[in-house]
């Protein structure tokens, strides 16, 4: 080789080489009603925030479109409309309120957005919730079956009055699901993005896993385990996240469809799979039907995993993080390696 093509190859391995590839991360409060977070290794800075812009783009997108805080969204329009006249919507919203009532089916009912029926008549923050009789009155209106979609039309009809949807359990899973889809289309292969409760890895960090803390119910910041992940996407859904206690009772934010009160057979679930959108849908689950029952229906799905926190304190795990099968979560280190507590994302840890 010449001593001018020599060079000529250096230069252009140094051209193609990362000059300054870093970690960029970005935290939002205030979207979807929660915090966002995005991390990502960037080789460009410019590009990476660029990048990290159209994700929150995106959130804001779905916020918009999505919640029913919001009068002007596609969802408040469906919630006025759709038990007198079938209404139109959005492919978007079409194809998310399929895949949520796929999710009641998988849950046997667990997963319903038609809670709000119920649901609404609460409010956390105010400490207000509805009386017996009221929610009695409204709870014919609670049951999947009752939301048509017609596919031709792209249209969505409430079979009944009363009904009402919040896509609250399902709507940060999906954005969270979008964002990675804009960040792989953009080319990154190590990002994290967290939406609340619900969060999504790709690659690695540099040979070691992403790593998950499951936080105490009570101890907002004592860990009880410790989940190492690649490529994978996870929710945590708790009783301490939204809400009051009155008279040695928890009302919170997860409503059984089934009675329209807090369901609360367990503290907390923590759902891993290959998507947030099911990891979200799956979440709620365990607070409804049971630990038992929750992990029946986790177990027979082959790319779902579970992490559950009883209430009296004990912690279950699906089959595949067993101890002894495969690379256990379980037998994970419960203190953090130097590794571990320099991947430990804030925003990741519940
Ligand atoms: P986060 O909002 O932090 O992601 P969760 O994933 O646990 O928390 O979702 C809780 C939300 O799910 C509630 O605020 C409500 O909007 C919605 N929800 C409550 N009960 C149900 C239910 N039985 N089925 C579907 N969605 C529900
Ligand atoms: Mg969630």
């Known amino acids: 080789m010449s001593a001018t093509r020599g060079a000529l190859l250096l230069m252009s391995m140094l051209a193609a080489a990362p000059v300054h590839a870093q970690w960029l991360s970005r935290t939002v409060d205030g979207i979807m009603g929660t915090r966002i977070y995005v991390e990502i290794w960037a080789e460009d800075q410019v590009k990476g925030e660029a990048a990290i ?167 907002p910041d004592q860990v009880i385990t410790r989940i190492p992940l690649v490529d994978a996407a996870f929710s945590t859904s708790g009783d301490y996240e939204r809400y009051f206690d009155e008279d040695g009772v928890r009302y919170h934010h997860i409503i059984d469809p089934h009675t329209g009160h807090s369901a609360s057979k367990v503290r907390s679930a923590t759902v891993i799979a290959p998507t947030a959108t099911r990891t979200d849908g799956l979440s709620k689950t365990a607070f409804v039907l049971g630990p038992d029952e929750a992990m029946r229906i986790y177990n027979q799905l082959d790319d779902v995993d579970a992490v559950l926190v009883t209430p009296d304190g004990r912690i279950l795990y699906s089959k595949g993080l067993q101890p002894g099968d495969g690379p256990s979560a379980a037998a994970a280190p419960a203190d953090a390696t130097p590794a571990a507590a320099a991947v430990q994302a804030p925003p990741a840890v519940h």
């Open 53 to 219: 812009d159209a994700v929150m783009d995106e959130m804001r997108h779905i916020d918009d479109s999505m919640s029913t805080y919001k009068p002007t969204s596609e969802v408040s329009r469906v919630n006025a409309l759709a038990a007198r006249q079938p209404v139109p919507i959005s492919a978007e919203l079409f194809k998310l309120l399929g895949t949520a009532l796929e999710y009641s089916r998988i849950t046997e009912g667990a997963f319903d957005i038609t809670y709000a029926s119920v649901g609404y008549m609460y409010d956390f923050r105010a400490h207000k919730r509805p009386t017996e009789s009221q929610i009695q009155a409204a709870l014919p209106a609670v049951n999947y079956r009752h939301v048509l979609l017609d596919a031709r039309k792209h249209a969505v009809r409430f079979s009944q009055p009363g009904v009402r949807i919040d896509l609250g359990g399902i709507a940060k899973g999906y954005s969270v699901d979008r964002g990675i889809e804009i960040l792989q289309a953009r080319g990154y292969t190590h990002a994290l993005v967290n939406a609340g409760g619900d969060s999504r890895v790709i690659g690695d960090r540099f040979g070691r896993p992403w790593v998950v803390g499951i936080r105490h119910p009570d101890h």
